[in-house]
């Protein structure tokens, strides 16, 4: 196919602060791929408004920085519009990652331009494919929520979590959002986190090598010539590419209701995270802890993969590998045309 916007890597912003903040562990749904990990994250947490506040005020740092809430299912916090206040005050740019099922009326409770994006949950562009994944009737309520949040102005994207499970119906998406007037798409690479690491689904879950590059950049191109802005995972590098761990040049945290902040989201489903936070201030935390294996240099790229998903690196006869996994948060993206 022949484009006329190429993918561009979009570096790491070193002075920009990304706050991905699960304000609760409870949800509505239960995904197939769900990431929570009770054990690790808590089980049907929730912040109250004050610790949120608290928190929010404790991360926020001096340059500019942006705040995603997420849970669980962040809408269903009755103080989700509290709190998108509350961040908004101290100067966050505000994204709500949501199942769609924008619970405690959400839609009625805020207004469009208190919240920079409104992010859906979308796992394939039929309620067949969805629903298998996300559960039954989601598509549709999803969807005539997006429709909903459109109307009223809201700034709307979709993010599609290609397994392989869906990965097959991800070119289908563009004209279900051409349809829906979406005009930002994040694709994600399913990870090997809460219940998709448990034995039973890896088999059928994680994509090969083969499998993403054959449909992920296709479909990528597609959206963006379709007028949508696309971003995607890296993934695999080139020979010239230069490997960075965003642990040690981004400025990401990674906050559960239990208090734990990490810096890396591979690391998520280990107690091996940076910082904890409790009564409203960061600390250190003691043990091993994930910026251990941030330095570590190897042929493979980054460390946590190797270690917690080795099936992703292929080897030569004599035991080179044979490309560098990317950092898990460096993306792709493709402007429209
Ligand atoms: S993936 Fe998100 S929407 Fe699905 S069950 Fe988990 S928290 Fe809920
Ligand atoms: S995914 Fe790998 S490279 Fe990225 S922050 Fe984690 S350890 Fe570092």
């Given at each position: 196919?022949?484009m ?7 570096a ?8 991905f903040?699960?304000?609760l562990?409870?949800?509505?749904l ?5 990431y929570?990990?009770p054990e ?6 929730l912040?109250?408004l004050s610790e949120?506040?608290?928190?929010l005020?404790?991360?926020?740092g001096?340059g500019p920085?942006?705040v ?9 916090h ?9 961040a ?7 994204t ?9 009326h ?10 920079d994006f409104?992010?859906f ?7 067949a494919v969805n629903?298998?994944i996300?559960?039954r ?11 909903k ?8 994207s979709?993010?599609y979590?290609?397994s392989?499970a869906n ?9 279900l959002?051409t ?10 690479v ?5 219940k998709s690491a ?6 059928t879950?994680q994509?090969s090598?083969e499998?993403?590059?054959?449909v992920?950049p ?6 963006a010539q379709?007028?949508?802005?696309v971003?995607y995972p890296?993934v695999f590098?080139e020979?010239?590419?230069?490997f960075v761990c965003?642990g040690?040049v981004a400025?990401?945290y ?8 990490y810096?890396?989201p ?8 940076s ?5 409203g201030?960061l600390?250190p ?6 910026d251990?294996f941030?330095r ?6 980054c460390?946590?993969n ?17 490309r560098?996994i990317?950092c898990?948060l460096?993306?792709?993206?493709i402007?429209?045309?």
């Open positions: 196919m022949k006329k916007n190429q993918p561009q890597t979009v790491f912003k070193p002075g920009e602060r990304n706050i903040f699960h304000i562990t409870i949800c509505n239960r995904c197939r791929h769900c929570i990990n690790q994250h808590g089980d049907h947490l912040l109250t949120i506040e608290n928190w005020r404790a991360l926020r001096d920085a942006n995603v809430f997420l849970g669980g299912e962040p809408t269903l009755p103080d989700l519009p509290a709190a998108i206040r509350a908004k005050k101290l100067n966050y740019a505000v709500i990652d949501s199942n769609g099922y924008m619970l405690n959400f839609l009625k409770r805020v207004h469009p331009q208190e919240v409104l992010s949950s979308i796992d394939g562009p039929t309620p629903d298998a996300r559960g009737d989601s598509f549709q309520v999803a969807t005539e929520n997006l429709k949040a459109v109307g009223l102005g809201f700034n709307v979709v993010i979590t290609a392989r990965i097959a119906h991800l070119p289908d998406m563009i004209p959002l349809d829906l007037k979406v005009k930002r798409f994040f694709i994600q399913i990870g090997l986190r809460g448990q034995a039973a689904h890896n088999d879950l994509v090598r499998e993403w590059l054959a992920v296709y479909a990528a191109a597609k959206a379709a007028g949508i802005h971003t890296k590098l020979p010239e590419e230069t965003a040690l400025d990401n990674f906050v559960f209701p239990n208090g734990r902040v810096r890396c591979l690391c998520e489903d280990h107690p091996i995270n910082y904890h936070l409790a009564a201030s600390s935390a003691s043990g091993l802890r994930e251990a941030f570590l240099n190897i042929p493979e790229g460390v946590m190797k270690l917690l998903q080795p099936d992703t690196i292929e080897y030569d006869v004599s035991g080179q590998a044979l560098r990317s898990c460096l993306k792709q993206e402007r429209p045309e």
